[in-house]
């Protein structure tokens, strides 16, 4: 099952999919993104998480955060990563706390909070990080 499905399936419609990168930015993104997460931008560049509320937006659902970050949003946050830390991975979500999820360059996933230099494993692969949380 690819990631996108499993974000679908778990989220079910309090998740929005953007359209996908264009041609020059998958000509970049080739060359900065692991090959697992470039997948996923060429089918929505961020996945949205929505939420509907009762007093607002006239009861249709909005935006309250990212699932998975744009591409614009990954290079951005990956810099930022980067200059904080120091380490090598691409940021492709937050924690809504102002963390960092990170792609390794081995495929596992890390936290990093302000307060951990080191990052705390979250996960295998962006599949198994997607089917537990």
């Not at 998480?49 to 935006?63: G, Q, S, W």
């Not at 949003?73 to 990170?102: P, Q």
């Not at 936290?111 to 080191?118: G, I, K, M, S, T």
Request: proline letters at 4%.
């Amino acid at each position: 099952m690819n990631i996108i499905n499993l974000i679908q399936q778990k989220y079910g419609d309090t998740c929005q999919l953007c359209s996908p990168i264009d041609e020059k930015q998958f000509d970049e993104a080739q060359k900065v993104i692991p090959n697992e997460l470039l997948s996923i931008l060429q089918v929505s560049d961020g996945i949205e998480e929505l939420m509907t509320y009762p007093d607002a937006n006239d009861r249709k659902p909005f935006v309250i955060g990212s699932i998975v970050y744009s591409f614009d949003e990954i290079k951005s946050e990956t810099k930022s990563f980067f200059d904080l830390y120091g380490d090598e991975g691409t940021v492709f979500a937050g924690n809504g706390a102002g963390g960092y999820f990170v792609l390794k360059p081995d495929g596992t996933i890390y936290l990093y909070e302000y307060l951990d230099e080191d990052g705390e494993y979250y996960a295998a692969s962006l599949s198994d990080y997607f089917a537990k949380f």
